[in-house]
């Protein structure tokens, strides 16, 4: 099986204001094409930031993040933006990560209006948003609803509808469901689970 992802040595400290405080230090794993590897520790312990500097929104002190052989903190802006329609994060809070501003159309829309296809093309992204909402077990009613107007399970879905909008091989989850009530919890897991058989995803 190919290994789809590598992370040798990573080091990223942040500076406080008594010095530099390790985070991430000295972590080392590899992923499989089509697995599901969990980062498991307690809170605070570095998981979110491994997330975070795996995609770049964290930058690493040091090591290397391969992805497909090439190391992921080398890239420029150009490859990144590539890279970032290869890979995608799911973030712990649905709400905090989506705009209360924009509807769950705009919500999911807005990652493909990077694409020049779907910026040409306004029936084509429209028909896009709503396979993506049918996929994601999102109602078609809830098109123009915002945010707010969503429970915990369904602000979720939009946060997962917009990491599947760009057809991502690898998906981080930053624990997806813990801040969801325990009866959606399974839900969304199942969710996970079937989009990984359906889509030959990687988690």
């Given at each position: ?23 991430v ?5 590899s ?29 690493a002190d ?15 802006k150009?490859q ?20 209360p501003?924009?509807s769950?159309?705009?919500?999911i ?5 990077n694409?020049?296809?779907y ?15 049918d ?38 989850l ?10 959606i ?14 889509l030959?995803?990687?988690?």
């Amino acid at each position: 099986m190919e290994t789809l992802l590598k992370i040798e040595n990573l080091k990223l400290a942040f500076h406080g204001p008594d010095g530099r405080i390790p985070a991430v230090r000295g972590v080392n794993l590899s992923v499989d094409a089509g697995e599901t590897v969990a980062l498991v520790g307690e809170s605070g312990c570095g998981k979110s930031t491994t997330g975070r500097t795996i995609i770049r929104l964290l930058e690493a002190d040091s090591g290397e993040v391969n992805f497909h052989g090439e190391n992921v903190l080398g890239f420029n802006k150009s490859q990144m933006k590539t890279f970032r329609e290869h890979v995608q994060m799911v973030f712990q809070d649905p709400y905090s990560c989506l705009n209360p501003r924009l509807s769950v159309f705009e919500l999911i829309a807005e990652p493909l209006t990077n694409m020049e296809e779907y910026r040409r093309d306004k029936k084509k992204l429209d028909a896009r948003v709503r396979e993506l909402m049918d996929v994601v077990g999102l109602s078609r009613r809830l098109i123009n609803a915002y945010p707010h107007e969503l429970d915990g399970g369904r602000r979720q879905r939009v946060g997962i509808a917009r990491a599947l909008s760009v057809k991502p091989e690898f998906i981080v989850l930053d624990e997806p469901v813990s801040a969801l009530d325990v009866c959606i919890q399974a839900q969304i897991i199942n969710l996970l689970k079937r989009l990984q058989m359906d889509l030959g995803l990687t988690y």
